[in-house]
């Protein structure tokens, strides 16, 4: 069953804007993930930020996670249309599995 | 080194046929997972397999089955097809003895059941 939980469903930005995505999950993790999924790049591993990492960047991606809430937020700087795509977090509980949220529809407009 | 490849891309069945689909991982990873995408939804996870071993299977019904072989290419099989079977379903490959760790996906089987 899924256990991550995106928020927004969606989010609808001008080009330039900041994004930010929110994740969220229920039981203790060894880490997270998120990935982009867009018809033209298939699925992609962004960034994974590990469970004792508070923060972690990657180009205009960072990611925050917050284990005592069990959240986590991915923040996109400087949106490009080419950010348009769905965003998912998964989660790593040590069963050899990882735990999809129903992701974040994110939309650039020009 | 070339990215992980899944045939056929696409696929229509009829409602009690069967169907396998085929995963080539990246050269080097011995650790593939199986997912389940519908429209609105997350990834279901199906099943991973590492070293020909199923480490994990998913909530799916026996229909669903799958295996790997010793060159870690991965098939999966799905008997007595279901309108509910209609998804796309993405093959992952993974570098370390971990799946959970970055996952390299393929472009997917897009099934539809009719």
């Known amino acids: 069953s899924q256990q991550g939980e995106e928020d927004p469903q969606a989010l609808s930005i001008q080009e330039g804007e900041n994004a930010t995505m929110n994740c969220s999950y229920k039981t203790s993790i060894n880490n997270l993930q998120w990935y982009r999924q867009n018809s033209g790049r298939g699925l992609v591993h962004l960034i994974l930020i590990r469970s004792n990492e508070r923060e972690k960047h990657s180009g205009r991606l960072r990611v925050t996670l917050d284990t005592s809430k069990k959240s986590s937020s991915l923040l996109i700087t400087a949106s490009r249309a080419a950010d348009t795509a769905s965003y998912f977090c998964?989660?790593?509980?040590?069963?050899?599995?990882?735990?999809w949220g129903a992701g974040t529809k994110l939309i650039i407009k020009p | 080194k070339a990215g992980v490849t899944q045939t056929p891309r696409y696929l229509i069945k009829t409602r009690g046929q069967q169907v396998t689909l085929s995963c080539s991982p990246i050269?080097?990873?011995?650790?593939v997972s199986w997912y389940q995408q519908t429209p609105g939804q997350g990834l279901q996870f199906l099943f991973e397999?590492?070293?020909?071993?199923?480490?994990n299977k998913g909530n799916f019904p026996g229909r669903f089955s799958g295996r790997q072989f010793s060159n870690s290419r991965s098939e999966m099989n799905v008997s007595t097809l279901e309108l509910g079977d209609s998804a796309l379903y993405l093959c992952?490959?993974?570098?370390?003895?971990?799946?959970?760790?970055?996952?390299?996906f393929g472009p997917g089987t897009r099934l539809t059941v009719t």
């Open positions: 397999y590492f070293s020909e071993t199923q480490r």
């Open positions: 050269s080097g990873h011995r650790s």
């Open positions: 998964a989660t790593d509980h040590s069963n050899y599995q990882l735990i």
């Open positions: 992952a490959s993974s570098p370390a003895d971990r799946s959970t760790y970055e996952q390299y």
